[in-house]
Every structure is written in C-alpha cells, then in structure tokens.
C-alpha cells in the first residue's frame, strides 16, 4: 500500500522469558464446525483505509504498555484513572 514503516522493539512487560514454551491448543469450536479462514488482502487493506482516515484520532499514549506486570499497583491505578477519562 506504499506505507513506510518502522518497527520499534520495546522491552518485555510480562514476567516470562520472551523464548518459551507454550502451545494453545482449543479445539471446541473447530469440534463445534467452526472453519477458519485467514483475512483477505481486500479485507486488510479496507481496514488499513479507515484507519488513515481516522489517524488523527489515534490515541498514540495508550498503545504502547505503559507497566511492567511486576511493577507497584499505583501504575494500574494511574491506567485506570486514564482510560475512564476517555
């Protein structure tokens, strides 16, 4: 879509190691007759379309994590605060 991007590595929140195991395994809608299907380009490049038109209403301040899940309950709290203020 000529998009120029850049992709900015930001520091692990979570308390686990970044490299791990963990397979999440659900298979109860597949066994209810769910059947996957992976999001189409058109699909895709309709959202991205909306979202460039919308751009300046992008709240870039609460996108980024802003705690650390070990960090004090004062930070929740400040979150809190932040998103019932929207």
Known sequence: MGFRVEINHIEN???ESEEH???AAHSKLL???LKPH???DVLIESMVGRI???KDRIKHEVIL???KWDADT???EELKLMWAGS
Do not use: A, T
């Open 38 to 40: 992976s999001l189409s």
């Open 13 to 15: 929140p979570r308390l």
């Open 74 to 76: 004062q930070e929740v």
């Open 31 to 33: 066994d209810l007759g």
């Open 21 to 23: 195991y963990y397979n």
């Open 52 to 54: 460039v038109k919308c």
């Open 65 to 67: 994590p802003r705690i």
